[in-house]
């Protein structure tokens, strides 16, 4: 039995009606850039993530660029980033002219911790990017106390909890969101949003989301064209009320491969608070070959972030660090199947074919 890596269409399938009888509404009702839907979504993500303010913009990646900016950050800046995470945290610095310091991770865990942190901060460093990877929850109260503002890169974690209950996205000063396709939350496109406590902030977000123009005549700020538009926030709309039983069912898949004794064969992600895995990363010392067998077997397997960012072309004058975590995850990581729907047979497919692997 062949297992995908990831299944965004059987949760939607009781949804199909819905969805489509909503894109009539949309289309029929003639208002496509920032008006009702969005609005609503913004209002009802609020309410979910436990946050006063949300603020949609067009994609995950434009949800750091605005938001750094709106903290204050600027050419010549320390943003502290880890290195092991997509792409687009670290450029998000880097497009608004400030520096990505690359601090380590906790290669069991995946996520920046307070002393990685630490042993990264400089004089001008103006923020830190932590990125709650995979769903699992980096510790942003501790990480909060060393001083420096902190952006949590929520975009893996919609419906992720801390510790204390505490869904991440309302953690830190202000958090962003992808709702790429994949993502716990997914659009039928690119979609992304903003959520923070900071009145201030939101509006300043909200200004340079529309050209840095609050009444969209004066131009107050050298802003963006970043928003959600409104088809894709009234299909997000429709799919919120089943974010957390979606995700219920990403945490049901990580048990199940606890069960069918995954942990025997691999590492297993260890998790921090009650993450909602959106992706499930396993690591083994032997992972290629691993990846190879699994894809034989008909499981689908991908190495997200083999070569780190610190070691990208593109981020060479930010690669004089040493990073042994990042290093380590690097090259042991891999992704196997996850999704609100993985059965406990699928999960039990998965681990026979690494048992069969006999990799040791
Ligand atoms: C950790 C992380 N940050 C940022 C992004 C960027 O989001 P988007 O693709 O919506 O621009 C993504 C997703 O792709 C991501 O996984």
Redesign the pocket.
């Known amino acids: 039995m062949a297992v995908p890596l990831f299944d965004t269409r059987t949760p939607l399938a009781p949804l199909r009606d819905e969805l489509h009888a909503k894109c009539g509404e949309v289309l029929d009702a003639g208002r496509y850039i920032l008006g009702p839907e969005v609005a609503a979504f913004e209002q009802e993500l609020a309410g979910y993530v436990g946050t006063p303010h949300v603020v949609g913009v067009a994609?995950?990646?434009?949800?750091?660029v605005l938001t750094l900016r709106a903290m204050g950050v600027g050419p010549g800046d320390d943003v502290i980033v880890p290195s092991f995470?997509?792409y687009?945290?670290a450029e998000a610095v880097a497009l608004i002219g400030a520096n990505p310091v690359f601090c380590d991770i906790d290669p069991r865990t995946f996520c920046v911790t307070p002393d990685t942190v630490r042993a990264a901060l400089t004089t001008t460093t103006r923020a830190v990017v932590v990125?709650h990877?995979f769903g699992n929850v980096a510790p942003v109260a501790e990480i909060e106390e060393l001083g420096v503002p902190v952006l949590e890169?929520a975009?893996?974690a919609l419906g992720s909890r801390a510790a204390d209950g505490r869904r991440a996205g309302a953690l830190a000063t202000a958090a962003?969101f992808?709702?790429?396709p994949s993502?716990n939350l997914g659009a039928f496109g690119?979609?992304?949003a903003v959520a923070t406590a900071d009145e201030a902030l939101a509006e300043a977000i909200a200004m340079l989301r529309f050209h840095g123009s609050r009444d969209k005549v004066s131009f107050e700020l050298v802003g963006h064209n970043s928003r959600l538009d409104e088809l894709q926030a009234a299909l997000l709309r429709l799919e919120l009320p089943h974010l957390d039983a979606w995700c219920d069912g990403r945490r049901a898949a990580a048990a199940r491969y606890e069960e069918a004794g995954l942990g025997d064969l691999v590492e297993l992600p260890e998790p921090i608070g009650d993450p909602a895995w959106h992706l499930y990363v396993i690591r083994h010392e032997r992972a290629d070959e691993l990846a190879a067998a699994l894809a034989a077997a008909g499981i689908g397997c991908k190495a997200y972030y083999r070569v780190p960012l610190h070691r990208q072309t593109a981020m060479r004058q930010w690669s004089d660090v040493e990073l042994p975590g990042t290093d380590e995850a690097a090259r042991t990581h891999l992704a196997i199947p996850m999704s609100p729907v993985l059965t406990f047979e699928q999960a039990a497919e998965v681990v026979a074919a690494a048992r069969d692997a006999d990799l040791g």
């Open positions: 994609n995950g990646t434009d949800a750091l995470t997509f687009a945290t990125v990877l890169d975009a893996q962003t992808s709702f790429f993502k690119d979609g992304g």
